[in-house]
């Protein structure tokens, strides 16, 4: 399941006040995470997150003898769980994170968390969906065998990583274009990962190590960094792209002539000068730099278009676009 699906699925059973907990595992990195949250924050709903390996039986409710020593009460805390009483929304989501990694004590109650939506008889609000997330145990990062009365309490589905989504977010969220253009054209790299390696390259260390550290890290230090960010044979296949990138036909060169600029043949070449002039492209520059993208095979085009468009919307309403969308791009953009 994409990205992309997993949201739809998530409003959908929201929407429809789906009371079953949904598991949503896979490799690490990948942002299972990320995406319930993100969820929350469009429909304008709470969220809450709890880190289940980290908490304790006694986190889940504190056992308090009444004062005539006849019965035990338990205190939940109302800041870390949407239950009744609390100042929480009264509709949300509710991620149980990194859900396989926690112990077969933790799972006893989280087993009556996800199945009467209740934790020591103070019962959830009604309104809060259950999403929990976790690593699979074939990934060996930590995860446990979840128990199997637990698991015949939810739904479990597997998140798997697409270009096309990651890309999407990528250009919406400041993601060094290189990087981007380095994985459309090896897009399995985008997740490589292998329970056996140090370092693995995944959308997280793609995002959070290379984009962030590049242009900062000092360019005889790259590949030491890199690699222990993505590996390898990852960093060392980058460097190599990434010089390519740094002796691009320079942008403002190509825009004065357009239609005679030279247009590189080798695909890697492409990619990256795709995604250049794409974080290049603005209303009143759009025409010039289609006129010369038009001259590569129309994969390329398209590449250009869409990422022009996810990060300069406005370019839709310029006159330029609008004769194009009508002719040349009309194939395209249908």
Request: aromatic content about 8%.
């Amino acid at each position: 399941m994409s990205p992309s699906q997993l949201k739809s699925l998530i409003i959908a059973r929201f929407k429809a006040g789906i009371k079953r907990a949904l598991l949503v595992e896979g490799p690490p990195g990948l942002g299972k995470t990320q995406i319930p949250e993100q969820v929350a924050r469009d429909l304008g709903i709470g969220y809450m997150i709890i880190h289940t390996p980290l908490l304790q039986a006694e986190d889940y409710g504190f056992p308090v003898v009444s004062a005539d020593r006849k019965d035990v009460n338990f205190l939940v805390s109302k800041d870390k769980f949407p239950i009744e009483g609390s100042n929480c929304p009264d509709t949300g989501i509710f991620t149980l994170d990194e859900f396989p990694q926690a112990d077969n004590s933790i799972q006893k109650i989280l087993a009556n968390v996800v199945q009467e939506r209740e934790i020591h008889g103070h019962k959830l609000k009604p309104g809060w969906m259950i999403v929990a997330t976790g690593n699979r145990t074939t990934d060996r990062a930590g995860a446990n065998r979840i128990l199997s009365h637990l698991g015949n309490k939810i739904t479990r589905v597997e998140l798997e990583t697409s270009i096309d989504d990651w890309t999407r977010w990528a250009l919406q969220n400041n993601v060094r274009p290189e990087v981007i253009a380095f994985l459309r054209f090896k897009t399995a790299l985008l997740n490589g990962f292998d329970p056996q390696a140090e370092c693995n390259p995944t959308p997280r260390s793609w995002v959070n190590g290379v984009s962030a550290s590049l242009g900062v890290t000092p360019a005889e230090l790259e590949f030491e960094v890199f690699k222990g960010d993505v590996g390898e044979g990852a960093a060392a296949e980058f460097l190599s792209f990434l010089k390519i990138c740094r002796h691009l036909p320079n942008p403002d060169v190509i825009m004065l002539n357009p239609s005679k600029a030279a247009v590189p043949k080798e695909p890697n070449v492409l990619y990256a000068l795709c995604s250049t002039l794409a974080h290049r492209a603005t209303p009143d520059n759009f025409g010039r730099i289609l006129t010369y993208v038009e001259r590569m095979d129309a994969e390329f085009t398209m590449l250009f278009v869409r990422d022009a468009l996810a990060l300069c919307p406005d370019i839709q309403n310029s006159a330029d676009f609008i004769k194009a969308a009508s002719g040349p791009l009309s194939k395209i953009l249908t």
